[in-house]
């Protein structure tokens, strides 16, 4: 029975992807499995959990060959939330493109591309092996790539080369890494490497013991778009179709804070002093540029494009104070910012049909014409900046207090003067998209084009709902992330569960 | 043979990463061939080569004598060449695309026309 939890989140995606396949250019019935597919990884992501959090880590060794020498899935309480957000988010993005995506896109394979890009992430959170986590980067990558570049025209040619030419690299990166581990520790098992690491480099000198993290950081740290290698981001995020940008915004980057939280809390935990030190420098200069480059923007999905950069600051802060608090901070700051970002950006579609444009210069009038708009975006909106009683909040309030108390007062000032100025962005976008007058052009468009807007607002609510449950239900939920950071803090629980258990 | 090796691969690294930073498409295109070229080589050269010890083990014996060739980065070299295959040729299919729909293969001029 954990073995199938265990291969759900992987097993579905792909039946769906290769169903959607069968189905081609019959988009009726593409459109039907797709949605049926993202909701059964909803209930896989919710049986896992609930699986996770009741009886403790699951792990399980397929084909049963035992742990380092076979291929390992596990799930840990971390990896059960980010599949289960991944689906929530996979599967309000599909009802949305459902309403929203050009049939053309359709018929050249979006929704396979769709759900296979889905089978990477779930892939990447639940695997136990750093060669079979590069092997589920490229499938994801793959389906990215493809989905980037889908539909063609300049910008979106532009942006896609940018975004394939840097994923690479990254990833070439990240298998010069995995050499140079395996041929000092002799194994790529996540577990396994946590002991082994720590023995191999008794011998080794310091500098090659310091070019191994830093070798993950970058290849990771571009994944993730941190400071100063998130200029693909901003540079391709804001051209391909609306559902589409909204789910790469949502979760892959977050793939890449995933891994980092990852190898820097099993493996690489020996040089904390160096390592999670230059973490959390990098995470106070992601910050800051990305909110500033927020600033500096005058286009919807590019200001939250730069957002994302910022935030990312958030999430790597929490790993780079490396406390229980800190991490348990992280997680849920990682799963209220895929709630929050995949929102605004799907919102930042409804508002360009309305309004015909992106530009907040010829934006205007949408409180007036469409309140309840209004209202949904100022759900996300807000808990983006951290106002209570919203999820973004608790997040941050959390990571507050996980940084007074390691005494490390400079990050936690940084994080919060660089709150103040995303809320600053945010009413950017509101006093120019929904507040002020519509444009003398612009409004005709909007009362025009306002037909049929209601579908894509399903889920879009649905998104808003769960940000402010996640507020009103903060207690339990930032318990459920500090027994995550707990776990991630002790890896000795993670280890055991896939070395000590399984099928010895 | 360790330190030709060494010299092979960092020289093939030094012309991937040249050639990425050119401005034509087709050559970022050769440099990222080159770079994944070279990451295979290093994965075969950290694990160590070791000439004619087969990773089988002896008979009547219970595990292998060391040194022996170990098949388990050649079983991940496999694995990334086919992954670089594919990714190559998508990769490939994109630049004539971008040739096609821009007229160019300039990575500065890819985007221009739109924004002015």
Known sequence: MKDLLLVLPVMIPMSTGILTLLAWRRRRLQRGLSLAGAAGLVAAGVALFAEVSGRGILSSQIGGWPAPFGITFVADLFSAVMVLVAGLVGFTVALYSLASIDPILENFGYHPLYHFLLMGVSGAFLTGDLFNLYVWFEV??????????????????????????????????????????????????????????????????????????????????????????????????????????????????????????????????????????????????????????????????????????????????????GTPLGLAAAVFYIAHHIVVKTNLFLISGVVQRLGGTLELGKLGGLYAARPLLAGLFLVPALSLAGVPPLSGFFAKLGLVQAGVADGRYLIVAVSLAVSLLTLYSMTKIWNEAFWKKAPEAGGGAAAAAGAGIRTPLVPIALLAVVTVLVGLAAGPVFGVAERAGAQLARPAGYIEAVLGGGNR | MAVVMAFVIGGLFAAGIYMMLRRSVVKLLIGLALLTQSVNLLIFDAAQLVRARIPIVPEGGHSLIPPYADPLPQAFILTAIVISFGVTSFAVALAYRALRTTGTDDLDRIGETERS
Do not use: C
């Open chain 1, 140 to 321: 994801m990558l793959v389906s990215s790539f493809v989905l980037m570049a889908l539909g063609g025209g300049r910008r979106r040619t532009d942006g896609a080369v940018k975004y394939v030419t840097l994923n690479l690299l990254s990833s070439t990166l990240f298998l010069v890494a995995l050499g140079i581990l395996y041929g000092l520790a002799g194994t790529l098992n996540m577990a396994d490497l946590a002991g082994k690491f720590a023995q191999a480099s008794a011998s080794q000198p310091v500098g090659v013991l310091r070019m191994l993290p830093m070798l993950f950081l970058i290849a990771f740290g571009i994944k993730a778009a941190a400071f100063p290698l998130f200029f693909w981001l901003p540079a391709s995020y804001h051209t391909p179709p609306i559902a589409i940008s909204a789910l790469f915004a949502g979760l892959l980057t977050k793939v890449g804070v995933y891994a980092l939280i990852r190898v820097f809390s099993l493996i690489f935990v020996g040089d904390t002093a160096y390592t999670h030190t230059l973490i959390l420098v990098i995470a106070g200069l992601t910050m800051v540029t990305g909110v500033f480059g927020a600033i500096s923007q005058n286009e919807f999905r590019r200001i939250l494009s730069f957002h994302i950069v910022s935030q990312i600051g958030y999430m790597i802060m929490g790993l780079g104070l």
